[in-house]
């Protein structure tokens, strides 16, 4: 019986540690897709819904709060600029993270009159600490068991892979297709 449960518990820290290592690797170069779902509108811009899908191997992540953090080229009433939008103008922003063949839709807002438009949104391949804390958050493991695992998570490093642009086709909004 005693050699049973040596056994037993050989496997479970063997389990432990492979977890460990497997979570513990490094972030591949992140590879996304950028797909327009539609337009909305309120008083004062135009709202994109687009889908940002993860086409790599790895996580990926990127800063949002109310919208992905980007950077738009646009034509509005025909003069050409260029401006951010999303997170640059909130004082707290957070990660989304975007599992590999997962996608996630944010919002990308432009002002009334834009005419065309395409936005680069910065994405990098996710840490193995952050992958660790969304997968706990995400995890359906019995509250007492994921406050003892929440200690474990600085235990990974913080090692983002490499920022990449990700950048959108051109798009052309036509007043029929706003709501």
Known sequence: MRKLSLII?????????GVY????RAPAFPSASIQLVGYDTNKDSIVA??????????????EASGGA???VSARVQGIETNFYSGAAHVSMSWQVVVWPSRSSRTHVFLPLGT?????????RGTSSRIRAFTHLQESKLPSPLKKISY???????LNDSDERE???????????QLR
């Open 49 to 62: 819904t687009i889908i940002l899908t993860n086409t790599g191997t790895s996580a990926l992540s990127y």
């Open 21 to 24: 290592l497997w979570f513990r």
């Open 151 to 157: 200690w474990c998570v600085p235990l990974f490093p």
């Open 115 to 123: 005419e065309t438009w395409r936005c680069t949104i910065p994405v």
């Open 69 to 71: 953090f980007c950077r």
């Open 9 to 17: 518990s050989i496997c479970i820290l063997a389990g432990i540690v």
């Open 166 to 176: 990700v950048q959108s086709e051109n798009y052309q909004i036509s007043t029929n």
